[in-house]
């Protein structure tokens, strides 16, 4: 194996003295089968510049001979997952024989086997929450310490119960590792980005209006100042959710859109040309498959700033996750690692989005839902609306009934008759992917899920255009005012490079579409391509 060593997220001496001092405060307390543990031990190998493991647990009576753990500490804005990490980790263990290695970034610890005959990335046997630190200094405060001890403890008592072959080594399953992945994300780099709304709140202005408007979009109280910081926070880790899910359903979607660029970011410098890249692939991905606006579309959140010093491990968790196969997971486990993705503390903090209990697979939605279901959609071929979707707890449940009531419903079917509005994006984006995510095979697989204020959305004046989407002035209808104004420039870049037969006529259309008056709209006797041009825009613009 060839091996790059990097210094990237390098833990100051002094934490990592910090964390062995904790490490064999816990040997000692709780009588472990470990001599102690050092930091630092140098390795022998090759090289002129020796290599340095950053902490070694030996086994009792083994100092500097038997090694039981290795583990290796990043910067918390670093994911324990990264592979270069890994693998760096894995040959400090082959070095000193130890079986096992562990990487952490100081608020997670990942434990891998080291001799286990399967592929490095799958040796992971286990994932462990020892702390919310945000900074490696932060390890000096007293109330840090103390969670930090608390999380170490709990992940070495149970690595022992491995070490000693009490506990047979566990299998994780291929959802509950994207979920960590995933929420690693969030945790990793939330503080950080966290201190760059604040700082966009308090010099720019106009920042600071849309921040305050969009809460109250949210139904939350605005914050008035960075005293307010859990409310930056709360707003950071959704807009982290948010690219978490975006980034998953682009990977998950280019599997069967193979038109679908990969993800390369590498040549980014900053947050901003970080965050346009990311853009421009969202919409080749809404593009060329012709639906999910509501996930790849634009919204104040994605207006938030990318702080320069997380472009480096943003790009590298990217890099990382885009290595993974997804065609060999089922809709089944894809759908639980959406489902998974936000935990239970977090949904409270989101409550107004989400009507959740946690059941045995780890999957959300409560039984009262469910009760609610039970009474009200009695037939498969029932319509239902959702008025405020949240995450979309009932449509996903109310999709599961329907095709309890008909197991031979498909996908297409079941689909076109569910509907959702939501005012904030964020809830619409998670009940759109939360109902997509259900068959992605199929062509005609849009969720008929409206990022819009409900008591702006006009109901359809005929019934035979119910779950169809056939009739424009319907789907006109649905569009805020910003929205009519970008599908007209779209509309009007798009003509200029097409031969339109009637210009006069055209421009008419176009017009009315702008200014919604969509009883003067008659698309009678023009060209197919003008036909499918307000067809495919406006639908894109709709849900």
């Not at 990592?16 to 930091?39: C, G, H, T, W």
């Not at 990793?188 to 966009?200: E, G, M, Y």
């Not at 660029?261 to 991905?285: C, H, I, M, N, W």
């Not at 009474?375 to 949240?390: E, M, N, R, W």
Request: aromatic letters at 12%.
């Amino acid at each position: 194996m060839i091996m790059k060593m990097s210094s990237f997220g390098y833990v100051e001496n002094s934490v990592r003295q910090i964390i062995v001092e904790i490490i064999n405060e816990i040997i000692k307390e709780e009588n472990l089968p470990f001599e102690r543990a050092d930091s630092d031990v140098k390795l022998e190998g090759p090289k002129k510049s020796p290599n340095f493991a950053d902490i070694v647990l030996w086994k009792k009576g083994g100092v500097l001979q038997q090694a039981a753990l290795v583990i290796e500490l990043k910067q918390p804005m670093y994911n324990p997952l990264d592979e270069e990490i890994v693998e760096k980790t894995f040959l400090y263990a082959a070095i000193l024989g130890a079986p096992y290695f562990a990487t952490s970034n100081m608020q997670n610890i990942v434990l891998f086997s080291s001799s286990e005959n399967v592929p490095l990335m799958d040796r992971r046997k286990g994932f462990y929450k020892i702390s919310s630190i945000a900074r490696p200094s932060d390890l000096r405060r007293e109330d840090v310490k103390k969670e930090m001890k608390n999380g170490l403890r709990n992940f070495l008592l149970k690595f022992t119960e491995i070490y000693s072959g009490k506990q047979v080594l566990p299998t994780i399953p291929v959802d509950e590792f994207f979920v960590y992945t995933l929420r690693t994300l969030v945790d990793s780099l939330s503080t950080p980005l966290t201190d760059a709304i604040i700082k966009a709140f308090n010099t720019d202005a106009v920042f600071k209006r849309g921040f305050q408007n969009w809460f109250v979009e949210q139904g939350w109280t605005p914050p008035l100042n960075e005293r307010y910081y859990d409310d930056f926070n709360r707003s950071a880790r959704q807009y982290l959710y948010l690219l978490a899910n975006k980034l998953m359903f682009y990977l998950v979607l280019k599997t069967h859109v193979p038109d679908l660029p990969d993800l390369s970011v590498g040549k980014t410098k900053d947050g901003e040309s970080l965050k346009k890249a990311l853009q421009r692939y969202f919409e080749k991905a809404e593009g060329l498959s012709g639906d999910y606006e509501t996930i790849f579309g634009i919204n104040f959140i994605e207006k938030f700033p990318i702080p320069d010093e997380i472009v480096d491990p943003l790009k590298r968790f990217i890099k990382n996750l885009s290595k993974y196969d997804l065609k060999r997971i089922g809709y089944a486990d894809l759908g639980k690692i959406f489902d998974k993705l936000i935990p239970v503390e977090e949904r409270h903090k989101l409550g107004q989005y989400f009507t959740s209990q946690k059941h045995a697979d780890g999957t959300y939605w409560s039984d009262v839902v469910d009760l609610i279901i039970g009474f009200t959609v009695k037939s498969p071929d029932a319509i239902v609306l959702d008025g405020a979707v949240g995450a979309g707890t009932f449509l996903i449940r109310a999709y599961a009934r329907m095709k309890h009531l008909n197991p031979y419903l498909s996908h297409e079917e079941i689909i076109s008759r569910l509907f959702g509005v939501d005012i904030a994006k964020f809830p619409a984006l998670l009940s759109m992917i939360n109902l997509a995510i259900r068959d992605l095979s199929v062509k005609e697989n849009y969720p008929i899920i409206i990022n819009e204020d409900f008591f702006n959305v006009e109901p359809s004046v005929n019934s035979n255009t119910i779950g169809k989407w056939v009739d424009i002035n319907q789907r006109l209808s649905l569009l805020a005012k910003k929205e009519r104004k970008f599908l007209f420039r779209r509309l009007m870049r798009s003509s200029e490079t097409r031969h339109i037969r009637d210009k006069r006529r055209w421009k008419n259309i176009l017009q009315n579409i702008k200014t919604n008056s969509y009883k003067r709209l008659n698309l009678n006797g023009v060209s197919a391509w003008e036909k499918e041009a307000v067809s495919t825009y406006t639908l894109c613009y709709t849900a």
